[in-house]
Nanobody, 127 residues
Framework: QVQLVESGGGLVQAGGSLRLSCAAS????????MGWFRQAPGKEREFVAA????????YYADSVKGRFTFSRGNAKNTVYLQMNSLKPEDTAVYFC????????????????????WGQGTQVTVSS
């Protein structure tokens, strides 16, 4: 498994931007498909975005499509989630996840597809 640490969360006004980072250690990071999920109070963890191990394919939840961008910097063992035009409903704890098996061009949108998780970073969007 790979160890994951998220950072970059915080408090921002509606319409603002944040960039989340997820740093990985322990394994060959470029072999891992990655995902971002979020969990609001009283709600289940939900899919936000995913990227393949190759970095060539990405996929977004409809609620964030066009506003969020998932990218990976393999040389730095880090993935990034650029979040623009933030809305109050984006408020949640954001988690990154990693999966070390499967085709290099595959991405995954289910929580149980991932074997490693970070501790999460809080994002709060005020109206």
């Amino acid at each position: 498994q790979v160890q994951l640490v998220e950072s970059g969360g915080g408090l921002v006004q509606a319409g603002g931007s944040l960039r989340l980072s997820c740093a990985a250690s322990g394994r060959t990071f470029s072999n891992y498909a990655m995902g971002w999920f979020r969990q609001a109070p009283g709600k289940e963890r939900e899919f936000v975005a995913a990227i393949s191990a190759s970095g060539g394919r990405s996929y977004y939840a409809d609620s964030v499509k066009g506003r969020f961008t998932f990218s990976r910097g393999n040389a730095k063992n880090t993935v990034y989630l650029q979040m623009n035009s933030l809305k109050p409903e984006d408020t949640a704890v954001y988690f990154c996840a990693a999966r070390g098996t499967g085709p290099a061009n595959a991405f995954y949108i289910r929580t149980n597809s991932y074997e490693s998780w970070g501790q999460g970073t809080q994002v709060t969007v005020s109206s």
